[in-house]
């Protein structure tokens, strides 16, 4: 059993930026990728961003490309995603989730994929 938490949400003003960190529990005895998911008021959970067990490969929602970066630390057991530029349609809780590896690159933006989830953090940021 892995457990995520994240921390770094908070509120900031439109153009700001903050850094979400994810950290797991204890070192997985397998390679997982991990993601990024989302979710506003009255909304559906929705993909943000994705890494692969090395990093190598990152993938992202269309509206935060460019303006967030999913990046991680394998020794740290803790993956992070630096959010720039914030509008205040990023206001949300944000989830991190841990997946397996397999079919990662067709299947990183589907939740189901993630077994494994954290409590999430809010963002908040105003106009």
């Known amino acids: 059993q892995v457990q995520l938490v994240e921390s770094g949400g908070g509120l900031v003003q439109a153009g700001g930026s903050l850094r979400l960190s994810c950290a797991a529990s204890?070192?997985?005895?397998?390679?997982?990728?991990m993601g990024w998911f989302r979710q506003a008021p009255g909304k559906e959970r929705e993909f943000v961003a994705a890494?692969?067990?090395?990093?190598?490969?990152?993938y992202y929602e269309a509206s935060v490309k460019g303006r967030f970066t999913i990046s991680r630390d394998n020794a740290k057991n803790t993956v992070y995603l630096q959010m720039d530029s914030l509008k205040p349609e990023d206001t949300a809780v944000y989830y991190c989730?841990?997946?397996?590896?397999?079919?990662?690159?067709?299947?990183?933006?589907?939740?189901?994929?993630?077994?494994?989830w954290g409590q999430g953090t809010q963002v908040t940021v105003s106009s």
């Open positions: 204890r070192r997985s005895s397998s390679p997982y990728a």
């Open positions: 989730a841990a997946g397996g590896i397999t079919d990662f690159s067709v299947r990183y933006y589907y939740s189901g994929y993630y077994g494994y």
């Open positions: 890494i692969s067990w090395g990093g190598g490969l990152t």
